[in-house]
């Protein structure tokens, strides 16, 4: 499987902020995708990066919140504007990859706490 | 209905026990079913992935897909400390826009493998 490097690993910041996110793999991925996991929640899909064009936006998020870059096959950027706390929670870089490219595998998490 | 439940837990076994983790999912064209573990503290780490009706062993884990019933099962043979996390069941549900792969994920069922 791929090695997804993710960047801060935590970070603390203030309301009404913006924090950017950046994901790092090994290798070249077709598809690679930002989830969100709230405190005490399960993972919830925030965006599709797609690689040369603009992201795509899953239901109840939208590109000025979450604004996503994917300038290549092997790095995106997560992009938090205007945070609140409600915003506090963990975001996960992840790719489809493994035997069969049907897998989803994830990078260590950026934890977020916004005060 | 939501798309993947999990039985609710938290669930709590002996060591050396068997652990049976449960998940439904309402679309009945799905392909790809999941299994992640994850640890307190650390992002999703993929257990088991099923995509045939029957059973799929691999060392202490199998991995249970009934498509007629929409139910996919893992079990956990010789439970140890080491096992104990959030399990989270996860569906390629098929979509018909937007991007064109999404994993979703259950709320997790909390293991505790007591010495």
């Known amino acids: 499987s791929a090695v997804i490097s993710q960047k801060p690993s935590r970070d603390i910041c203030q309301r009404g902020t913006s924090l950017t996110i950046q994901c790092q793999v090994d290798?070249?991925?077709?598809?690679m995708f930002w989830y969100r996991q709230q405190p005490g929640q399960s993972l919830t899909l925030i965006a599709t990066?797609?690689?040369?064009?603009?992201?795509?936006?899953e239901s109840g998020f939208v590109i000025d919140k979450f604004p996503i870059s994917r300038p290549n096959l092997t790095f995106s950027t997560l992009t938090v504007s205007n945070m609140s706390p409600e915003d506090s929670s963990i975001y996960l870089c992840?790719?489809?990859?493994?035997?069969?490219?049907?897998?989803?595998?994830f990078g260590e998490g950026s934890w977020l706490t916004v005060v | 209905q939501k798309e993947v439940e999990q039985n609710s837990g938290p669930l709590s076994v002996p060591e050396g026990a068997i652990a049976s983790l449960n998940c439904t999912y309402s679309?009945?064209?799905?392909?790809?079913f999941f299994w992640y573990r994850q640890y307190s503290g650390k992002s999703p780490e993929l257990i088991m992935s099923?995509?045939?009706?029957g059973d799929k062993e691999d060392g202490r884990f199998t991995a249970q897909l009934n498509k007629a019933s929409q139910y996919v099962s893992l079990l956990i043979r010789d439970s140890q400390p080491s096992d104990s996390a959030t399990y989270l069941c996860?569906?390629?549900?098929?979509?018909?826009?937007?991007?064109?792969?999404?994993?979703?994920f259950g709320k997790g069922t909390l293991l505790t493998v007591n010495p």
């Open positions: 990066a797609n690689q040369g064009s603009e992201a795509t936006y």
């Open positions: 996860a569906v390629n549900i098929p979509r018909r826009g937007g991007s064109n792969y999404k994993l979703t």
């Open positions: 290798s070249q991925v077709t598809m």
């Open positions: 099923i995509y045939s009706n």
């Open positions: 992840s790719v489809l990859s493994g035997q069969f490219g049907n897998t989803i595998y």
């Open positions: 679309d009945r064209g799905s392909q790809s």
